[in-house]
């Protein structure tokens, strides 16, 4: 089991989410996914998407706002997630946390739900580690959360 493999497992039960992926993000290219956590019953992303996250509101969003985003309903919120997310793979809330290293963002973490959901307190301190300090210049992309490794 890889460190992405024990991250998004984690992050499945912490989040109480239905899906978790990890993607690595690359210059020109859309993000890669590398891990997805899977609650029973939940379709995987593996096979890919017909939309570009690239160009997605949500990706523009965690690049130049820099945090967390949660949106409790996919449907109607700003910005607009991928079509095929809703379409496709039945996503109605999600919270996705942007991981920056020396001021780039390096990879996405989304953490989806199957169900329109506001998330309390503890799921979203459970991505909270994925914040770069901004006193300091982190050298690990992926820090061990909440006992993940």
Not at 82 to 102: C, D, G, H, N, T
Not at 107 to 130: D, M, V, Y
């Amino acid at each position: 089991m890889t460190l992405f493999d024990r991250l998004v497992a984690q992050l499945l039960t912490s989040t109480q989410a239905s899906r978790v992926t990890v993607r690595l993000c690359e210059e020109g290219v859309d993000p890669r996914l590398v891990a997805e956590g899977l609650a029973p019953g939940v379709t995987s992303m593996a096979s890919g998407s017909r939309d570009s996250i690239r160009t997605a509101g949500t990706y523009v969003y965690l690049e130049q706002e820099r945090r967390i985003l949660v949106q409790n309903d996919c449907r109607t919120s700003e910005p607009a997630p991928p079509a095929s997310l809703i379409e496709l793979y039945k996503v109605y809330a999600q919270m996705l946390a942007p991981v920056f290293v020396a001021g780039e963002m390096v990879a996405t973490i989304p953490c989806t739900n199957k169900t329109r959901r506001e998330p309390g307190p503890k799921p979203k301190s459970a991505l909270s580690w994925t914040r770069e300090p901004s006193s300091r210049k982190s050298s690990r992309v992926f820090p061990v959360a909440n006992g993940a490794g």
